[in-house]
């Protein structure tokens, strides 16, 4: 599982190869405004109680709120979404609700996880409450199927010797082994969708309008809600923001840029430290991770779930540690057991052992049989249902040569499964065009988006780009420092963030915090 902070917010730059396909995404979905009545959803009230789970903090309450699975016909089955809140130290205002991002990312072992000590400034006079969304962690999970030693494919177009052609033709086959898995929530997964059931859960709440804090991919959620529900916005905080307009294909460049960023960096403090697998000297650390991921893939080393571990897992892993610089010894010290001892479990233990089979879509899963896969799964399955792109299998096979040498320079290590990333959407139907072309001018209170001017996976103009389509409402707060996000890692974004949404205190648009304040190693 995701250790903490800057991990919450893995927008965009998570771990999915070809073999976690998935299908049936919807080619539209109905708005706020449209489909039969609700009201019966809109009736809840939710009932806490304590949280399922090894190690899960005393004062940590856990509850569930019910969604339909398709919102355009309610009748059609429903969803249990699973819910956990700090409560209020004082007299509560109500709540604010938090999304760690990803997509994919749950939010109740985040919650639960060392990183919600970041957050009881808030319980001052709020009930923080976060969820998994609906197809990720306990909340009817999508998966293909596929342990975590089976989460990357080393016979991608960018890793391996598969023609085009046949590769699509491979895609096409895993889609078919994803919606086994997934069962038909797959079909209704997305952040226009999300974004309702935010609207269910303010509700059951028992809040008049949703105060909510979103992390990188939570920022597109949170924009959508402003967007579908301008009259129940409340106070509403976008940290790392991410982009509203621009293609995967354009996306995953800037993320396959930010992980070799981040890998660069992280090697450069590493190398500074007798105990880095690496060596003493950067440059040639990052050969020796070129050649460890070469060596991986042809010779993959067994791991304890009767699987084994290669180049490309290592890549993955890796993309999900990198952006939690508070993370970075444990992944030093994960990195020296399989350089030394040919021991993958240090990483392994951040994305899981092996999926347990899963076919129900209703009612909560144990947190033990939450697949390792699911992560990847519901990255790839929200990303392509919010994205109506679809290039033809001409168009690729055509552009494949030029999109390999794009990926390759963006990063030798990320592009390669970046690549493959870009091609998972193909043959799915066409993914909802809401966001690109319905989330712009809200009409809300005044908003705070932040954005840190040496964000490795959110760069700073897709802050300022999001902040001119929102229009008027949105506030920025120009954060001078490094690493995803700013809530985390400076204590005066913390600061300000906290005077917003406790008192409603913003800043002045285009104010500025220092780079001299950060909690990272």
Same mark, same amino acid.
């Given at each position: ?73 309610? !009748?059609? #089955? ?9 409560? $209020? *130290? +004082?007299? %509560?205002?109500?709540?604010? @609700? /938090? ?45 293909? !199927?596929? #342990? ?9 177009? $960018? *890793? +391996?010797? %598969?023609?085009?052609?046949? @590769? /699509? ?68 905080? /976008? ?283």
């Amino acid at each position: 599982m995701l250790s903490a902070h800057q991990r919450w917010a893995y927008a965009g730059a998570g771990v999915v190869t070809l073999a976690m396909l998935a299908a049936s995404l919807p080619s539209a979905v109905a708005t706020a405004t449209e489909g039969p009545d609700l009201s019966r959803f809109y009736h809840q009230q939710v009932k806490w109680g304590a949280c399922k789970g090894e190690g899960m903090p005393a004062d940590l309450q856990c509850g569930q709120v019910t969604v339909p699975l398709d919102y355009a016909h309610p !009748g059609a #089955g429903t969803l249990d979404l699973a819910l956990a809140r700090y409560r $209020a *130290t +004082g007299a %509560s205002r109500g709540s604010v @609700l /938090l999304n760690f991002g990803g997509p994919g990312v749950p939010g109740v072992p985040q919650l639960a996880s060392t990183s919600g000590k970041d957050f009881m400034p808030l319980t001052n006079g709020y009930d923080v409450v976060t969820f998994d969304p609906r197809g990720v962690g306990r909340s009817s999970p999508v998966s293909c !199927g596929g #342990g975590a030693a089976q989460a990357s494919d080393t016979t991608g177009p $960018a *890793t +391996g010797d %598969s023609s085009p052609e046949a @590769l /699509l033709k491979q895609v096409r086959k895993d889609a078919d082994e994803c919606a086994k898995h997934s069962s038909p929530v797959l079909a209704h997964i997305g952040t226009v969708n999300a974004s309702r059931d935010l609207d269910v859960m303010r509700q059951a709440l028992g809040d008049k309008k949703l105060n909510y804090l979103g992390f990188s991919y939570g920022t597109r959620l949170g924009a959508v809600y402003a967007s579908q529900f301008p009259d129940k916005t409340g106070r509403m905080v /976008l940290d790392g923001v991410d982009t509203l307009t621009e293609p995967l294909s354009e996306a995953g460049i800037v993320s396959a840029e930010g992980q070799q960023t981040a890998l660069e960096d992280f090697l450069t403090w590493c190398t500074k430290d007798e105990a880095c697998p690496f060596g003493r000297d950067p440059r040639d650390a990052r050969k020796q991770v070129a050649r460890l991921v070469a060596s991986l893939d042809k010779n993959p080393v067994p791991t304890n779930f009767g699987q084994t571990f290669s180049g490309q897992d290592l890549v993955a892993t890796m993309g999900l540690e990198l952006f939690d610089r508070q993370g970075w010894p444990t992944l030093e010290r994960s990195l020296a057991s399989l350089v030394q001892d040919g021991d993958p479990s240090g990483l392994l233990q951040a994305i899981g052992g092996v999926a347990l089979p899963h076919s129900t879509y209703s009612g909560l899963v144990d947190p033990a049989n939450v697949p390792p896969d699911n992560l990847e799964t519901a990255l790839v399955a929200i990303n392509c249902a919010d994205d109506p792109d679809r290039p033809s299998a001409e168009q690729l096979t055509k552009e494949i040569d030029e999109l390999k040498a794009a990926y390759q320079e963006a990063s030798p290590i990320f592009g390669p499964l970046r690549l493959n990333q870009l091609l998972m959407c193909y043959g799915r139907p066409k993914g909802t065009d809401y966001i690109r072309e319905k989330v712009r001018d809200v009409h809300t209170p005044k908003m705070l988006l932040v954005g840190t001017r040496g964000d490795p996976a959110t760069p700073y103009r897709w802050t300022e780009e999001t902040a001119e389509r929102l229009g008027p409402s949105a506030v920025v707060l120009d954060n001078r420092g490094e690493g995803h996000t700013g809530y985390a890692s400076s204590k005066c974004v913390r600061g300000k963030v906290t005077d917003f949404l406790l008192y409603g205190s913003l800043p002045d648009n285009g104010s500025s915090c220092g780079p001299g304040d950060s909690t990272a190693p």
